[in-house]
């Protein structure tokens, strides 16, 4: 089994930055993606951004480009999500995702991200 785990979230104004990491652990075998989704208050699930592990190419919401930035550290299992000019639009639980090579999803427990106009 792989464990994701997410840190880095909290409460911050309109205009700020945070960064989000997700670190994998337990049965580690490079997955095929990484990602992010969020969830806020009635709403349901979405993408957000992702990266293909091996490649490096990154795709994201069109609600988060230009401001949001994914990478990767391979050799820390770790995927973080820089997010900055955040907006109070952008409050939710985000969720750290792993794809394996056999499309097999893994989720993190899920983070709160609030931020305050």
């Known amino acids: 089994q792989v464990q994701l785990v997410e840190s880095g979230g909290g409460l911050v104004q309109a205009g700020d930055s945070l960064r989000l990491s997700c670190a994998a652990s337990g049965r580690t075998v490079s997955p095929y993606s990484m990602g992010w989704f969020r969830q806020a208050p009635g709403k349901e699930r979405e993408f957000v951004a992702r990266?293909?592990?091996?490649?490096?190419?990154?795709y994201y919401s069109d609600s988060v480009k230009g401001r949001f930035t994914i990478s990767r550290d391979m050799a820390k299992n770790t995927v973080y999500l820089q997010m900055n000019s955040l907006k109070p639009e952008d409050t939710a639980v985000y969720y750290c995702?792993?794809?394996?090579?056999?499309?097999?999803?893994?989720w993190g427990q899920g983070i709160q991200v609030t931020v305050s106009s």
């Open positions: 995702k792993a794809t394996s090579v056999r499309q097999n999803d893994y």
């Open positions: 990266i293909i592990w091996i490649a490096g190419r990154s």
